[in-house]
């Protein structure tokens, strides 16, 4: 079965400073990793997906996660955090068959100060 | 254009009733979900179906009932409303071969 574990339901920065939000997975075959970004009374927006290619993944808004099998990890990270990026971040994990669904972690509230 | 859209984007009732929320896509995909928001915003997801087959029911009280009169089109019907089912429902649509979603921007249900 699969699943997504996301640490810390709340993180906080400041303007500028980096941006780390954690995504550990359970997957019994190679998983499709994601992260979706929702901003107040909001659908998801997809911001980055790794899909077995390079682990190095780059996103929308400067954001990049890297996916570490040995980990089992996907953090989301930015270099500089700016107060538009506010909002609640869901790391998701499915696996390309049919039948399948996205099955998405707590998720994670990013407030920005300046 | 809009690539998933769902109505009512609001919807308030009374305890007992009945309701339905509707979800379009003009994405071309084959497959549509359900998902249900709870107010500490976990996302569980509810159906899906493909190419208008039920292929995911998760452990939904049967008072929910979905139809996805074509690929397109997947709507979710809602009997004998309870408290409980206060939430945000989403629609979602996946694209074949990255199993990426594409969502709606969610219909908010209030039972008082």
């Known amino acids: 079965a699969q699943s997504v574990t996301q640490l810390g339901s709340h993180v906080s920065v400041s303007e500028g400073a980096l941006v780390l939000l954690r995504c550990n997975y359970s997957?019994?075959?190679?998983?499709?990793l994601f992260w979706y970004v929702q901003y107040p009374n909001q659908g998801l927006q997809l911001l980055l997906k790794?899909?077995?290619?390079?682990?190095l993944v780059k996103g929308i808004n400067g954001f990049e996660a890297e996916f570490k099998k040995s980990e089992t990890s996907f953090h989301l990270t930015k270099p500089s955090a700016h107060m538009s990026d506010a909002a609640e971040y869901f790391c998701?994990?499915?696996?390309?068959?049919?039948?399948?669904?996205?099955?998405f972690g707590k998720g994670t509230t990013l407030s920005v100060s300046s | 254009d809009t690539a998933v859209s769902q109505t009512p984007k609001y919807l308030v009732t009374q305890m007992g009733n009945d309701k339905s929320i509707k979800c379009e896509q003009n994405?071309?995909?084959?497959?549509m979900y359900w998902y249900k928001q709870d107010s500490k915003k976990f996302l569980k997801i509810m159906f899906s179906?493909?190419?208008?087959?039920?292929?995911i029911n998760e452990t939904v009280p049967n008072r929910f009932s979905p139809k996805s009169p074509d690929k397109a089109h997947l709507n979710l019907h809602i009997n004998s409303l309870e408290l409980g089912d206060s939430a945000v429902y989403f629609c979602?649509?996946?694209?074949?071969?990255?199993?990426?979603?594409?969502f709606g921007e969610g219909s908010r249900l209030t039972v008082l």
């Open positions: 998701a994990v499915s696996y390309n068959q049919a039948g399948t669904a996205l099955i």
């Open positions: 997957s019994s075959v190679p998983p499709y």
């Open positions: 790794y899909t077995s290619a390079a682990t």
């Open positions: 994405l071309g995909h084959d497959t």
């Open positions: 179906y493909n190419n208008k087959e039920l292929i």
């Open positions: 979602a649509s996946r694209r074949e071969g990255t199993g990426e979603l594409f």
